[in-house]
């Protein structure tokens, strides 16, 4: 077996080798934790303390690591999945065992549909108590890991202090290589507090393996790409996690191929691009476009339900579909499917198209394409509803990121959102928005962020405004107030003619936030962009409430009336 490059141990000096023979007394397996972080690169991790994981905490205290700490462990898990969004970089997520754990299971469920590389160590009861048996020891589960192999990439186990380097490294690793994604190291109680004389862990290595895509496969490829006369590119969320938007765009440009982009893949072609079909992926119009193409270069989505205009996407010509995580490919349509990270395969396709003729035909295309949607929108009297997005996007710092909960206006900014955006659109829960916006301000305080939520996933993370002030974290929170969960009134009334479980009390969401020493505002449609950007440009964190009822455009996807 050969290995392309090849990894030199450095061989230790005199003073390095009475260094590692005589570490810090006073250490523990939680030392060997954090050390770990540390020189695997971590500067950031997030969490929640609990009994069994307290080695963990307390060798934070003898680390430079900087912690947050959210109240409730699936804001945490959300907060370390923006993290990953925004850096590219693993976020550790360190969680108490039972309870504490599971409560992570939706944000890790959310981290791997969008492929976050969250690294959670999670602590374990005492190693006495493991096999199965029935000790009754606190937090106990009879197989604690079985509830998180159906969510995360891998799972690790300790059961030694000398394992833990090891298995944290090989989760980096795996939570690194493409697709990112969620990882598990799971950790017994006294393995964390038993002290250890072993050395100061420095060099590890943990670099993720590379995806390749075949050749034969890229060369078959490119030769339906070059000789296409309507071709025409799907662009998800992969071009933006592998940052191989520049060479989508090189692509584009060069095969005169129109570009939409999925809604887990916003910004991964510039907006206003004349070859930008935009991201109207839930309209009749961008998917009957999509259709008549000859060849449909699918990159890094798997054309789920979201991206399929909720699977009547019925293409008539060739689909090549470049995507990193294996079981998507094909799994919804037949295609020439390339198993390889999004930016590996777009460089070979470069090397190997030849430029297309056409560049005025696709751009002519485009228009027609854009114009026959607005006037789909135009139809509907829903200004209101566009008038509010335009003021948050007017608002909002060009540079400055956002995040989004399940919700109307989420909704809306999924087609009509000009670029880049985040929101819990891979598996759907609720309550993403706020504690996904804390996260990644941690990882930048320099620019505000915007978070945007309805009145019912607000409550989800309403106990995030403490973290917020404890840290001073730079977020904006607008909570569009409409007494329920909006979207499930409108599906329920389309289906049923009323609604059950919809209707919300709520809480003086103003009062409430001003309880926690946040400042905030409740502003109207009209005032709205004036109040949001007042917002933004204070230091720490806000809220702006907008009591409104907001309504979804008309679906394209279900037989007319």
Do not use: C
């Not at 976020?91 to 981290?111: F, I, M, R, Y």
């Not at 006294?190 to 995806?211: F, H, I, S």
Request: charged share 20%; glycine share 10%.
């Amino acid at each position: 077996m050969t290995h392309d490059h090849h990894h030199e141990i450095p061989r230790y000096t005199p003073e390095q080798t009475a260094q590692a023979l005589n570490p810090p007394a006073g250490r523990n397996g939680g030392d060997l934790v954090v050390e770990t972080l540390h020189g695997l690169g971590a500067t950031t991790v997030f969490g929640l303390p609990g009994q069994h994981a307290l080695g963990m905490f307390d060798a934070l205290r003898r680390s430079d690591l900087e912690y947050i700490g959210l109240r409730v462990e699936n804001n945490a898990g959300f907060a370390a999945d923006a993290y990953g969004r925004v850096t590219g970089e693993v976020a550790p997520l360190l969680l108490s065992t039972g309870p504490g754990a599971l409560t992570s299971l939706a944000a890790l469920q959310e981290a791997a549909a969008g492929s976050s590389p969250v690294l959670a160590i999670s602590s374990q009861i005492p190693s006495a108590g493991l096999g199965g048996g029935r000790h009754g020891y606190l937090h106990e589960l009879v197989d604690q890991q079985a509830s998180f192999r159906d969510i995360v990439k891998s799972v690790h186990l300790v059961r030694t202090a000398s394992q833990i380097p090891s298995a944290i490294a090989a989760a980096w690793e795996s939570a690194l290589t493409a697709p990112h994604g969620p990882v598990w190291v799971e950790i017994p109680q006294d393995v964390l507090l038993k002290e250890t004389t072993l050395p100061l862990v420095t060099a590890v290595d943990a670099t993720p393996r590379e995806l390749l895509p075949r050749p034969e496969l890229i060369a078959v490829a490119a030769h339906a790409l070059s000789h296409a006369e309507r071709p025409v590119i799907v662009a998800g969320g992969g071009v933006v996690r592998a940052d191989a938007t520049g060479k989508l765009r090189t692509l584009a440009e060069k095969l005169a191929a129109p570009v939409v982009t999925t809604f887990g893949g916003k910004g991964a072609f510039p907006w206003e691009h004349p070859l930008s079909l935009q991201s109207w992926l839930e309209d009749r119009h961008t998917t009957d476009f999509l259709e008549d193409a000859d060849v449909v270069l699918v990159v890094g989505s798997g054309l789920g339900e979201l991206s399929s205009n909720y699977y009547t996407f019925r293409p008539r010509g060739r689909v090549i579909q470049i995507e990193a995580d294996l079981g998507k490919l094909e799994s919804n349509l037949p295609a020439l499917g390339i198993h390889a990270d999004a930016r590996e395969a777009l460089s070979a396709l470069l090397e190997s198209v030849t430029a297309r003729e056409g560049t005025e035909s696709a751009r002519d295309a485009v228009r027609t394409v854009l114009a026959k949607v607005r006037e789909r929108i135009g139809s509907q009297d829903l200004e209101l509803e566009q008038r509010v997005l335009a003021a948050v996007r007017d608002a909002l710092p060009a540079t400055s990121p956002s995040f989004w909960d399940m919700t109307i206006l989420a909704y809306w900014a999924w087609s009509a959102w000009p670029g880049a955006m985040h929101s819990g659109q891979g598996a759907g829960g609720l309550g993403y928005g706020f504690p996904a916006a804390l996260g990644a301000a941690a990882a930048d305080r320099t620019k505000p962020v915007l978070a945007v939520s309805g009145d019912g996933g607000a409550m989800y993370s309403i106990a995030e405004l403490a973290t917020a002030r404890q840290y001073d974290l730079p977020v904006t929170w607008v909570i569009v107030d409409d007494g329920g969960y909006g979207i499930l009134r409108e599906y329920m009334t389309d289906a049923y003619g009323q609604t059950t479980g919809t209707e919300l009390a709520r809480p003086d969401f103003v009062a409430l936030a001003e309880s926690f020493g946040v400042p905030a505002v409740r502003t109207s449609p009209d005032s709205l962009r004036e109040d949001l950007s007042k917002a933004l440009a204070a230091p720490g964190p806000s809220v702006v409430v907008l009591p409104a009822l907001l309504k979804l455009f008309a679906p394209t996807h279900l037989p007319a009336a």
